[in-house]
């Protein structure tokens, strides 16, 4: 299972749940913005979701290989 080792730290979890609502959020967004889920939303006074962001200091580096 790959979700294992990433989940063992809490900033790993931290990860996966930001991920998941950030997904949610985003599908959230997309409906809000298609009719006729537009004209639902503006009925019930429904705004879209900010996504999470991941301060500086939790992201990862990112590795790059320009060689193979």
Known sequence: ???RPILRTRS?????ARDYFNEIAT???IRLAII???L???LARL???TLMGAADFERAPVEVQLTQ
């Open 40 to 42: 639902v939303a503006v």
């Open 47 to 49: 705004l879209p979701e």
């Open 12 to 16: 790993g979890a931290r990860r996966v």
């Open 27 to 29: 599908f959230y967004n």
């Open 1 to 3: 299972m790959k979700m």
């Open 36 to 38: 006729p889920d537009r």
